[in-house]
């Protein structure tokens, strides 16, 4: 899960090593149950739409260097992120194979898509 790790360092949950190796990490997903301290694998943003969703909403207020905004869409099958000076970061939806895939897995793809993309321009 190492896809999890990479969207929780890119949402600012903070991790620390365990004692055994593994990493934990502080979030606040669930507001209502306050902070919560996780390990790696009982992250569930490939899995809940509770977790995934306010990646999404983090990435649509996530700017480049000029100010502008990201665009992270989610259509009737279909998945993009679009960069504002008008590079298609992600696109998922017109392959045979991505109409069989659930939504909640374009979705996912498409953050991890924009995230290993994101850091490295930063």
């Known amino acids: ?7 929780a360092e890119f949402m600012g949950m903070a991790n620390e090593r365990h004692s055994d190796g593994r990493y934990l990490f502080t979030t606040d997903i ?3 149950k306050g902070a919560d301290t996780r390990f790696g694998e009982e992250l569930y943003f490939h899995v809940s739409w509770d977790w995934l969703m306010p990646v999404v909403e ?4 996530t ?3 000029f ?3 990201m665009d992270f869409q989610i259509g009737n099958g279909f998945v993009w992120v679009d960069h504002p000076i008008g590079n298609r970061i992600y696109f998922s939806g017109n392959e045979i194979d991505h109409k069989k895939e659930p939504m909640i897995d374009k979705v996912y793809k498409a953050v991890v898509e924009f995230i ?4 490295q321009k930063n």
């Open 1 to 7: 899960m190492k896809e999890n790790k990479l969207i």
């Open 116 to 119: 290993q993309w994101y850091n």
């Open 67 to 69: 100010g502008s905004e």
């Open 63 to 65: 700017t480049d260097e």
């Open 58 to 61: 983090k990435i649509n207020n």
């Open 30 to 32: 669930d507001e209502l």
